[in-house]
């Protein structure tokens, strides 16, 4: 099993940027993938950033490419998403979600092990 615990949602104002930590615990060395996924109510979730854990090749849905930023620290079994330039679109549930396969995936129902979720709401 692995555990994931989120940190860093919050309110900001349009424009502003805030960055999110996800850190896991009990078996992670059974992780190939984490990343985070974000839902608004009545939608699906959907794929934001993953980074493969080893060797860090990093995936981006389009519409956060170029302002957001997936990294990892090893060391501290650490996810961070760093937002920037956000807009009221990005408010959601950012959920962050490890998957044990081999090959990326940008379905959610290909990640094994989810944490709670953490709240972002940007403001106008």
């Known amino acids: 099993q692995v555990q994931l615990v989120e940190s860093g949602g919050g309110l900001v104002q349009a424009g502003g940027s805030l960055r999110l930590s996800c850190t896991a615990s009990?078996?992670?060395?059974?992780?190939?993938?984490m990343g985070w996924f974000r839902q608004t109510p009545g939608k699906e979730r959907e794929f934001v950033a993953i980074?493969?854990?080893?060797?860090?090749?990093?995936y981006y849905a389009d519409s956060v490419k170029g302002r957001f930023t997936i990294s990892r620290d090893s060391a501290k079994n650490t996810v961070y998403l760093e937002m920037n330039s956000l807009e009221p679109e990005d408010t959601a549930v950012y959920y962050c979600?490890?998957?044990?396969?081999?090959?990326?995936?940008?379905?959610?129902?290909?990640?094994?092990?989810w944490g709670q979720g953490t709240q972002l709401t940007v403001s106008s």
């Open positions: 979600a490890a998957r044990q396969g081999y090959t990326m995936a940008y379905r959610a129902g290909a990640y094994n092990y």
């Open positions: 980074i493969r854990w080893s060797g860090g090749n990093t």
């Open positions: 009990g078996r992670t060395f059974s992780s190939n993938f």
